[in-house]
């Protein structure tokens, strides 16, 4: 479990502070939100008052702190975790393995896909598999592509031997996309996620656009054109998270749908669906 934030090299005390600073926020601000007073703000920092379980929850959720940073702030604490991290194979993510599941086969014929936090892919529908062939062969792209690791989709969407290859509109898509993900990576103030990012990134090249992330709002769609065997494909994507999770893995999980944005396109990939 990384942090942009070195937690294995300071105490509860400097965390706590580099969690506020990173997240611009005052002492009173911080208050203000946590429903405390600065004073036990500023006590907590000085380690004149030592904080309870509870404090350190109440705090981490004031800072938006995803839940695998909230871990590892309870911890700087000298707490327990609270939240859980299981893989979707297991018995206790059944349901949640069970409604994702639903979700894809639904969205059939059009593409579905799960990824993780650092955009590794989990679950596909047979739509996904299908524009992902339309490239060629899946297996050869993987490998040609990776490093024998994870199947990683932000990876297969930006390497030049990737799916980069076929999206005619990269120009306009690219710069959407990499300042996605640098909006992820700071938002989560996860250092492994930074650092695999700022990878694939750099496999991009220089785009316009993308290096101030703070000011111009992310689009809620993100459009796409493909060509590849001689078919071309306009769609726009959507991602969608799950809201209110307890859980760190079904926090992590946004299923990114594919829509038609034309009546050709749609009739495409109904026609892969009745072969």
């Known amino acids: 479990m990384q942090s942009v934030i070195h937690s294995g090299d300071m105490g ?3 965390y706590f502070r580099s969690w506020r600073q990173y997240r611009k926020l005052s002492q009173l601000e911080l208050a203000l939100e946590a429903g405390v007073s600065q004073r036990h703000v500023s006590w907590l920092e000085t380690g004149r008052s030592n904080p309870s379980r509870e404090m350190v929850i109440r705090l981490s959720e004031a800072m938006d702190m995803p839940l695998r940073e909230r871990n590892v702030f309870l911890q700087a604490a000298g707490f327990a975790n609270l939240y859980t991290e299981n893989s979707l194979d297991e018995p ?29 892919v989990r679950m596909t529908n047979s739509g996904a598999d299908l524009m992902f062939s339309l490239a060629g062969d899946s297996e050869e792209i993987w490998n040609s592509i990776g490093d024998g690791g994870e199947r990683n989709l932000a990876l297969l969407t930006v390497h030049p031997q990737g799916l980069r290859r076929f999206i005619s509109n990269w120009e306009e898509a690219a710069p959407e996309f990499i300042r996605r993900l640098k909006r992820e990576a700071l938002a989560s103030g996860d250092r492994e996620m930074k650092e695999k990012f ?15 992330v703070s000011k111009a709002p992310l689009l809620p769609v993100l459009p796409l054109e493909v060509s590849a065997n001689g078919l071309k494909l306009s769609l726009f994507s959507v991602i969608t998270t799950f809201g209110t999770p307890q859980d760190i893995t079904t926090e992590e999980l946004r299923i990114e749908a594919f829509y038609p944005n034309d009546a050709a396109t749609e009739e495409i990939f109904k026609g892969f669906a009745q072969t």
């Open 12 to 14: 509860f005390c400097d």
């Open 92 to 120: 206790a993510m059944q349901a949640v393995y069970e409604a994702i599941r639903r979700v894809l086969d639904h969205h059939d014929p059009m593409p579905a896909v799960v990824v993780d936090r650092l955009w590794n």
């Open 198 to 212: 700022a990878d694939i990134i750099e496999l991009a090249g220089p785009l316009p656009g993308t290096s101030d």
